[in-house]
């Protein structure tokens, strides 16, 4: 039996070939002389000023820099939230906690 879950949709989720559902995120700085393109704003960001790596699902294969500003303003309106903040909005799954105590009777 399927259950209606409009919200926390680990269904639709899965059907998703990229969806990234929460981020490390890592303050940044560095003495290279590049640049890179903020995925928030799409503008420059130098190396050197402060920012912010954005590691989606701590896939560092995936991840980017963006401007700290930005990144502070995405959290600020609900978006890009960390491992933690993502793992309270979920359903209580069977996960390990639970495989380990729940049947222990
Ligand atoms: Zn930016």
Do not use: I, N
């Amino acid at each position: 039996m399927e259950r209606e879950s409009t919200e926390s949709d680990g269904l639709v989720e899965a059907a998703r070939p990229v969806e990234t559902r929460w981020w490390a995120l890592r303050r940044a700085q560095s003495f290279k002389p590049v640049s890179y393109t903020c995925p928030l704003c799409s503008l420059q960001l130098h190396a050197m000023t402060d920012h912010v790596l954005l590691t989606p699902e701590g896939d560092s294969e995936r991840r980017r820099h963006a401007h700290a500003a930005c990144v502070r303003a995405a959290r600020a309106a609900g978006r890009l939230p960390s491992r933690a903040e993502w793992e309270v909005t979920q359903p209580r799954a069977p996960g390990r906690l639970e495989r380990l105590f729940g049947r222990s009777r």
